[in-house]
């Protein structure tokens, strides 16, 4: 079943009057958002992208932080991902609770807050195999928007400075920030100028 941007958004504003800190809807809408106008004007370029399940993606990304039992990147990208195939929906659209927190096809690529990814845990393997697949064009989108997203959309570096902040400098640290610097001049070149220029409210938000 496919689930459309304005489903997924409907999907959230259930959620928010479940939670006590609604503040991982606020971001999802953000990604959503931030994610469509990328996607939006790389279709301008002549790109084959579809806008509106970018910015779906977006919405429900972090949709597995509604089960507020668990925490880290292990337990909200399992239950989104099982919550959405619960619901019937396509596997893409439950992959993206998986995919949009690590990088370059690579599990050890993901803002982390310990020196290793978690070997032991019993999703390890799994999501280790699931990401091994190119991504696709939005889900790549996704990658990158989540990194320019807290509540409100930021430039990639200061998104960095926020996880720093947040989590320390581990191991993986820098491979992450050179692999989302990428991402970043990946889809510059993909416009054929900076992104940022889609987005003037970023320099209010500095």
Request: a negative charge.
């Given at each position: 079943?496919?689930l459309?941007?304005?489903?997924?958004?409907?999907?959230?504003?259930?959620?928010?009057?479940?939670?006590?800190?609604?503040?991982?809807?606020?971001?999802?809408?953000?990604?959503?958002?931030?994610?469509?106008?990328?996607?939006?004007?790389?279709?301008?370029?002549?790109?084959?992208?579809?806008?509106?399940?970018?910015?779906?993606?977006?919405?429900?990304?972090?949709?597995?932080?509604?089960?507020?039992?668990?925490?880290?990147?292990?337990?909200?990208?399992?239950n989104?991902?099982?919550?959405?195939?619960?619901?019937?929906?396509?596997?893409?659209?439950?992959?993206?609770?998986?995919?949009?927190?690590?990088?370059?096809?690579?599990?050890?690529?993901?803002?982390?807050?310990?020196d290793?990814?978690?070997?032991?845990?019993?999703?390890?393997?799994?999501?280790?195999?699931?990401?091994?697949?190119?991504?696709?064009?939005?889900?790549?989108?996704?990658?990158?928007?989540?990194?320019?997203?807290?509540?409100?959309?930021l430039?990639?570096?200061?998104?960095?400075?926020?996880?720093?902040?947040?989590?320390?400098?581990?191991?993986?640290?820098?491979?992450?920030?050179?692999v989302?610097?990428?991402?970043?001049?990946?889809?510059?070149?993909?416009?054929?100028?900076?992104?940022?220029?889609?987005?003037?409210?970023?320099?209010?938000?500095?």
């Amino acid at each position: 079943m496919k689930l459309t941007s304005k489903e997924a958004k409907e999907i959230l504003e259930v959620e928010r009057v479940n939670t006590k800190d609604d503040s991982w809807i606020t971001h999802s809408l953000c990604v959503g958002n931030t994610a469509g106008k990328i996607a939006q004007a790389l279709k301008e370029k002549g790109l084959t992208v579809d806008v509106d399940k970018t910015i779906a993606f977006g919405y429900i990304h972090d949709i597995g932080k509604k089960f507020i039992e668990e925490s880290g990147v292990f337990s909200h990208a399992i239950n989104g991902y099982n919550y959405l195939k619960e619901l019937g929906y396509d596997e893409e659209y439950a992959g993206i609770c998986i995919k949009h927190s690590f990088l370059n096809n690579d599990i050890d690529c993901l803002s982390n807050d310990r020196d290793e990814t978690d070997r032991s845990n019993p999703h390890y393997q799994f999501f280790k195999e699931y990401i091994k697949k190119e991504y696709t064009l939005e889900e790549k989108i996704i990658n990158l928007c989540d990194l320019m997203c807290t509540t409100q959309i930021l430039t990639v570096e200061k998104r960095m400075i926020d996880l720093l902040v947040r989590h320390g400098v581990f191991a993986k640290t820098h491979y992450h920030i050179v692999v989302t610097m990428k991402l970043k001049t990946y889809f510059d070149n993909l416009l054929s100028y900076n992104l940022y220029d889609l987005f003037p409210e970023i320099k209010d938000n500095l």
